[in-house]
């Protein structure tokens, strides 16, 4: 029997994040306004991060989120424990994962996640496949497995 446990992660702009643990992996899928997200979502080994950054258009007072980066945890074949970052493209009240980037394998993780969140803005999440920025390590490929739609 498979253990599943979920926490919906309240965002902005009526975005929120559903966590579920499902026994020995987590995935986080974004909605709006409490509608069930068929774009897929971010998936890792061990746990997700308890910070997003939103990216996107402010105009005044009112901001429209067009990207979400989330940092994901997994141990490696050793136990280490080691972080890739996630990025979500979001279109409108849909949302599809665009990037994985390994934190450990690429010193410019943060900067390289905001270009790939920024870079999606334009692209709608019908012709975008995620794909893996920087160094492709193993770790990079298990998050990409878990990910996606």
Aim: aromatic share 6%; charged share 25%; net charge positive.
């Amino acid at each position: 029997m498979l253990f599943r446990s979920t926490y919906l992660c309240k965002g902005i702009a009526g975005f929120s994040v559903d966590v579920t643990y499902w026994g020995n992996y987590v995935t986080a899928t974004f909605r709006r306004g409490g509608k069930k997200n068929e774009g897929g979502g971010l998936g890792a080994q061990y746990s997700v991060g308890d910070k997003i950054e939103w990216r996107g258009v402010r105009s005044g007072r009112t901001f429209e989120p067009r990207a979400a980066i989330l940092r994901l945890r997994s141990r490696d074949e050793n136990g280490k424990l080691g972080e890739a970052l996630g990025v979500v493209r979001i279109d409108g009240d849909t949302t599809c994962p665009v990037a994985i980037i390994d934190a450990g394998a690429n010193r410019n993780a943060n900067e390289l996640a905001r270009k790939a969140a920024d870079g999606s803005a334009a692209l709608s999440c019908a012709g975008i496949s995620i794909a893996i920025v920087g160094v492709a390590t193993e770790r990079a490929k298990n998050h990409l497995e878990r990910s996606g739609r």
